[in-house]
């Protein structure tokens, strides 16, 4: 069965510091979303992603995250200067229609 | 803006009893989603309910949808220890994005 892929699965970073998320979408899938859980609470919503542009980005997607499709491939969250809030769980979603699969996620430890 | 509740948020139960979780939510949607999540898992998808009255069981969960009333219901029959995990509900009301909404969960444990 078609997965979303995420790497890395753990990444530790000094606050302040740059940090780039990566996601390998199902190939056909045409929306793509980064989501994020910090521990222990609900899966919130960050920004979605269509036709090479963001379609909908939520009040946490401030000027610090961005988001590309560099190679037609690969969907990427970048955190410009992480702060210690960052710290979580970060999934990436892709969908066509009706079924939204879920990566196995990175865990963002922010020290 | 979309709200989703679940009730309860917490869930202690014996094996082999049953139980249902409640999923409620604010806006007209025909599309809802429940997810299983375990301690820093990902996101297994149990079922997609795509109409009224919509209907899917897999093992001991059962799910449904009454989107007059805007709930859901999964329903654990017969609990096993092995179904112990957190369980998303996520309405969707279309137009991706920003408009799929999860639940906060509610956290079963089912001890033996």
């Known amino acids: 069965e078609p997965e979303v892929t995420q790497t890395p699965s753990h990444q530790v970073t000094q606050m302040g510091q740059e940090v780039i998320l990566r996601c390998v979408p199902i190939?056909?899938?045409?929306?793509f979303y980064w989501y994020r859980q910090i521990l222990g609470q609900k899966v919130e919503f960050l920004v979605s992603?269509?036709?090479?542009?963001?379609?909908?980005k939520s009040e946490i997607f401030d000027d610090q995250f961005s988001v590309e499709r560099p190679d037609g491939s690969n969907f990427t969250l970048k955190i410009r200067s992480t702060k210690l809030e960052d710290s979580a769980m970060y999934f990436c979603?892709?969908?066509?229609?009706?079924?939204?699969?879920f990566g196995s996620g990175t865990r963002l430890t922010v020290v | 803006e979309l709200k989703v509740e679940q009730n309860p948020l917490f869930l202690s139960m014996q094996e082999g009893k049953n139980y249902t979780i409640y999923c409620n939510y604010s806006?007209?949607?025909?599309?809802l989603y429940w997810y299983r999540q375990d301690p820093g898992k990902s996101l297994e998808s149990l079922f997609v309910?795509?109409?009224?009255?919509a209907v899917k069981q897999e093992g001991r969960l059962m799910a449904s949808l009454d989107t007059k009333a805007r709930l859901s219901t999964l329903h654990i029959t017969a609990a096993v220890h092995d179904l112990s995990a957190t369980y998303f509900c996520?309405?969707?009301?279309?137009?991706?994005?920003?408009?799929?909404?999860f639940g906060p969960g509610t956290r079963l444990s089912v001890l033996p």
């Open positions: 996520a309405v969707d009301i279309g137009n991706y994005g920003q408009n799929f909404v």
């Open positions: 992603f269509y036709n090479n542009e963001i379609s909908e």
């Open positions: 190939s056909n899938h045409l929306y």
């Open positions: 979603a892709s969908t066509r229609g009706q079924n939204y699969t």
């Open positions: 309910l795509l109409s009224n009255g």
């Open positions: 806006t007209t949607s025909d599309r």
